[in-house]
């Protein structure tokens, strides 16, 4: 069965410095997701992404952000200069069709980010 | 905005046992969709049940069942004959016209033997 996946498992970086959490959506879909669970929290959306561009954001998506496709198949998420409460579970996620809303998201098993 | 809200933060229940999840939301909108995701120790999200809110009809998937109750903009998980796999974090989730999932707080749950 396709899946999502995501790497690293696990990113430990220090504070400012940029990371690149990595996902390769399911191949025949079109719109992809970013999700993010601080430890203990509930999970919270990030940003979509459909046609090479951002179709939709939240309030914590600020300029420190930024999300790619630099290939047919990845799709990244770049945080520029990291910061503690950046820590967090980071989960990608695809479907087929993003705003017909019954078409189920699949979730990556998730990046989880430590900044020291 | 909308809103999800989960106010159990824990339950258990003994194994074979049934329990019951609540989840309630806050919506402007008629048409929309509802789930349940399970997140086990692993992490990993799975989806459990989903529910469009233009059906009357309770969704089913083997064990698990929703009682949705369009009114009281109620969506509670019901999960029978409980199993120790089934122990997770559940998360009730929304979904309308964007293309986002909004969460609630999850609820934690433990199957005892």
């Known amino acids: 069965e396709p899946e999502v996946t995501q790497t690293p498992s696990h990113q430990v970086t220090q504070m400012g410095q940029e990371v690149i959490l990595r996902c390769v959506p399911i191949s025949n879909h079109l719109y992809f997701y970013w999700y993010r669970q601080i430890l203990g929290q509930k999970v919270e959306f990030l940003v979509s992404f459909y046609n090479n561009e951002i179709s939709e954001k939240s309030e914590i998506f600020d300029d420190q952000f930024s999300v790619e496709r630099p290939d047919g198949s990845n799709f990244t998420l770049k945080i520029r200069s990291t910061k503690l409460e950046d820590s967090a579970m980071y989960f990608c996620a695809s479907t087929h069709f993003g705003t017909t809303p019954s078409y189920e998201q699949y979730f990556g098993p998730g990046t989880r980010l430590t900044v020291t | 905005a909308q809103t999800v809200t989960q106010s159990q933060p824990e339950m258990s229940v003994q194994e074979a046992e049934t329990v019951t999840l609540s989840c309630t939301y806050d919506?402007?909108?008629?048409?929309?969709?509802l789930f349940w995701y399970k997140q086990p120790p692993s992490r990993q999200m799975i989806l459990v049940i989903r529910q469009e809110a233009y059906k009357q009809q309770n969704a089913t998937e083997n064990r698990f069942s929703v009682n949705f109750q369009k009114a009281a903009k109620s969506f509670s998980l019901k999960i029978s004959d409980s199993q120790l796999g089934d122990a997770a974090m559940y998360f009730c989730a929304y979904r309308a016209g964007g293309s986002r999932l909004t969460f609630g707080e999850g609820t934690q749950l433990t199957v005892n033997p």
């Open positions: 919506t402007s909108e008629s048409d929309y969709y």
